[in-house]
């Protein structure tokens, strides 16, 4: 089993479906274990959270655990990752020394860091998370990074498991106009886990948004690995016809990394288009389900009239973050990682 829990492509089809199974055995009550009692997991959030804090923080709770939330900049130390770096800047104490404390006291350490969408190459390697990975002796749990977000991406996978039950779906993966250029970590890790449990995944967007090359390559070969397909339209309104999941998410250009301003120029022509209302819906299966990670902005990524419907999923899917994650951690505390003493 891989040490952390930083996207789903490290761990196997059949790693991701115990987790899903032990996610589905805490919802309904039969797993109500206790492996984290006596333990602490720590918490670093370098961005602000709703669902991943407070589930996180619920999880643990829930499994007899302690919470250690930290937030550096503002209720711990300002951090510095990079390595060899002269810190006679404005950072206080370098991520070496700070995992390494924490790994004397937590049994794993969660952490969320966005992409600040300044430079590509860069970012795409995500740099916080790596160097969190690098130096910590405990487990690293991804709650958000540049590239990833695997934590949303297994609730993901396992709502359209409790919508549809087993089998290959067809999935729709589309962009949304978005007021401003936002992180592909949502996204990216949507379609990885789409292609690693064998769905077919349709990705639509907007000539000049395309995902990451050397993930796309990956997904397709995750698919391939499953018997399953990719295809990538920049058509929107075909892209609905015949999807039994629709999972809407904006996200910025690699074009235009570093240059909002020229980003909101240039998805100015897609606002009236790229947006998930009930003549696109409409074009689904009747059974259609609708999925968005949250916070959502009404009316700009879907309209009213469908994240109210019946076939909305976003608040299950919501809930679901508590239960995967809770999977996650259960696993984490199995393998006997240890608690400070």
């Not at 790994?103 to 600040?116: D, K, L, W």
């Not at 949303?152 to 401003?180: N, S, Y």
């Not at 075909?238 to 074009?255: H, L, N």
């Amino acid at each position: 089993m891989p040490k952390n829990f930083l996207t789903t492509a490290d761990w196997t089809r059949e790693q991701l479906e115990d987790l899903i199974a032990s996610a589905q055995r805490f919802k309904s009550g039969e797993d109500a274990s206790k492996p984290l009692a006596g333990k602490s997991i720590a918490l670093v959030f370098f961005n602000p959270s709703l669902r991943t804090r407070a589930s996180m923080q619920v999880g643990i709770y829930e499994l007899g655990g302690n919470a250690v939330v930290l937030e550096p900049g503002g209720t711990s130390w300002t951090l510095e990752h990079r390595a060899g770096t002269v810190m006679d800047g404005d950072k206080t104490e370098h991520v070496a020394e700070f995992v390494g404390v924490l790994g004397r006291y937590c049994a794993a350490i969660g952490v969320r860091t966005f992409a600040a969408l300044k430079n590509w190459e860069e970012e795409r390697r995500d740099p916080v998370l790596s160097a969190f990975a690098e130096y910590a002796d405990v487990p690293i749990i991804n709650l958000e990074s540049a590239m990833h977000h695997p934590c949303q991406a297994l609730a993901d996978m396992m709502t359209i498991r409790e919508k549809f039950g087993e089998g290959k779906k067809r999935v729709l993966l589309t962009w949304a106009w978005h007021p401003k250029p936002l992180p592909m970590a949502v996204p990216n890790s949507f379609a990885l886990a789409a292609a690693q449990m064998g769905h077919d995944l349709t990705i639509a967007h907007p000539p000049g948004y395309e995902l990451d090359d050397e993930l796309v390559r990956e997904i397709n070969t995750h698919a391939f690995d499953a018997g399953s397909t990719v295809r990538v339209t920049d058509d929107v309104n075909e892209a609905f016809k015949g999807a039994e999941v629709v999972y809407a998410k904006s996200w910025g250009s690699r074009r235009f990394y570093g240059t909002p301003e020229d980003d909101i120029e240039a998805r100015a022509e897609f606002r009236q288009d790229w947006i998930v209302d009930e003549a696109k819906m409409a074009r689904t299966t009747d059974d259609s389900i609708f999925m968005h990670c949250l916070p959502v902005r009404r009316n700009v990524i879907v309209t009213d009239r469908v994240i109210d419907s019946s076939s909305s999923v976003v608040i299950d899917e919501a809930e679901n973050r508590l239960h995967a994650q809770k999977a996650v951690l259960k696993l984490i505390a199995e393998c006997g990682l240890r608690n400070a003493e």
